[in-house]
């Protein structure tokens, strides 16, 4: 027999917005981590998570815990701001412990632009037009391509200048792993209106 608390947790989902990378941008982040972990040598890179090429994505909001009921919902919104938003580029710049030097993230940043900004922007009203709270910090996008307590100091930040393709806009439900969160793809919505 269930309990109340089971019952409600089991009807919450953790989730999030993002764009999935496209598949030259996994190659050029392969890259990335492969000269990280040279950097880094055998003794911090075990205690060091790597993302997964599954688990790589750029934020555009991140919903939390969120009601099961409100999916229909957020996929319909997601589908209308696809449909009205061309595919575009981003350009990532700089590989850094994220958000800030002692982070323990390691993130490819993208600098931000205008179409990233109105994506970010549509996802905010989404919630707030949902009954939740965005986030208040500045919009920073990145990939993160992994997680170590005790941070990436060591690592000289790289200036970097890769193009990427953003066409798609993807629900995400994010669930508790030994290993580590996995990302579990929801929805799919492709960018497809005119310039």
């Known amino acids: 027999m269930q309990t109340r608390k089971q019952e409600i947790q089991q009807d919450v989902?953790?989730?999030?917005?993002?764009?999935?990378?496209?598949?030259?941008?996994?190659?050029?982040?392969?890259?990335?981590?492969?000269?990280?972990?040279?950097?880094l040598g055998a003794d911090k890179r075990d205690r060091t998570r790597?993302?997964?090429?599954?688990?790589?994505?750029?934020?555009?909001?991140?919903?939390?815990?969120?009601?099961?009921?409100?999916?229909?919902?957020?996929?319909?919104?997601?589908?209308?701001?696809?449909?009205?938003?061309?595919?575009?580029?981003?350009?990532?710049?700089?590989?850094n412990p994220f958000p800030q030097r002692r982070s323990s993230l390691l993130a490819a940043e993208l600098l931000t632009n205008p179409v990233l900004d109105k994506l970010h922007q549509q996802c905010r009203q989404l919630m707030m037009d949902l009954g939740m709270k965005p986030e208040r910090a500045n919009y920073r996008p990145h990939i993160t391509l992994a997680r170590n307590r005790r941070g990436f100091a060591r690592l000289e930040p790289l200036?970097?200048?890769?193009?990427?393709?953003?066409d798609n806009i993807i629900l995400y439900q994010s669930h508790v792993a030994p290993g580590g969160s996995q990302y579990l793809p929801l929805f799919e919505a492709q960018m497809e209106a005119e310039h």
């Open 50 to 95: 790597w993302t997964s090429h599954a688990n790589r994505h750029l934020t555009l909001a991140f919903l939390g815990e969120t009601a099961d009921k409100l999916i229909p919902v957020i996929e319909e919104r997601l589908a209308q701001v696809a449909g009205a938003v061309p595919p575009c580029s981003g350009r990532i710049v700089s590989l």
């Open 159 to 166: 200036m970097l200048d890769h193009t990427l393709l953003l």
């Open 13 to 39: 989902s953790r989730l999030f917005i993002g764009i999935r990378p496209d598949t030259r941008t996994q190659q050029f982040l392969d890259g990335l981590v492969s000269h990280c972990k040279r950097q």
